[in-house]
């Protein structure tokens, strides 16, 4: 299959690829764009470790082909913290302990930023099952994002 370009907005910057238009978004991002924050786990789309938020839509890299991409806004964790709720999301994380090994971290932090931004109170856990963490039961994820919510409401930020 011939090579296609593909254009669109990643982390507030225009990029185009070129490339097959079956590899994987995942791939692009890490090797092309450096955005290294994206990590490969499962390859399958089960574990979540490479989450990224596409037009406003919780996705795993691994599994979007490039060309799915065209003319999308898609935005990393390496962008997270210049969000309100990111950058509550990742100090909550680091206050309350969220963060264990740091293999499923990104990803966690990505979705985790993704509940935060739609106010999903009461389905923290449901929302975030899609990422998987092989180190904690999720107690101190679900508190991490909890306070990042309590935070946000006091703020009045949802973004």
């Known amino acids: 299959m011939a090579d296609i370009t593909t254009t669109f907005r990643v982390n507030g910057r225009e ?6 238009p ?10 092309e764009l450096r955005l290294t924050g994206s990590k490969e786990g499962c390859g399958e789309g089960e574990c979540g470790a490479c989450s990224a938020i596409m037009n406003g ?8 082909p490039v060309l799915q ?16 709720a990111g ?6 994380f680091l206050e309350h302990g969220g963060a264990q090994c740091g293999i499923c971290t990104p990803g966690m932090i990505v979705a985790a930023t993704w509940v935060a931004q739609h ?6 856990r449901e929302m975030l099952a899609g990422n ?17 919510l309590n ?8 973004e």
């Open 15 to 20: 990029v185009t690829v070129t490339g097959p």
């Open 119 to 124: 106010q999903f109170r009461g389905e923290i």
């Open 57 to 64: 839509e919780l996705i795993n890299t691994c599994i979007v």
């Open 22 to 31: 079956f590899r994987r978004l995942l791939d692009v991002l890490r090797e």
């Open 132 to 148: 998987l963490c092989r180190c904690t039961g999720y107690d101190l994820i679900v508190t991490s994002v909890e306070a990042a």
């Open 87 to 92: 950058a509550a999301v990742q100090r909550a």
């Open 151 to 158: 935070a946000l409401a006091k703020d009045g930020s949802r």
């Open 69 to 84: 991409a065209e003319g999308a806004v898609i935005m990393t964790v390496e962008m997270l913290a210049d969000t309100p």
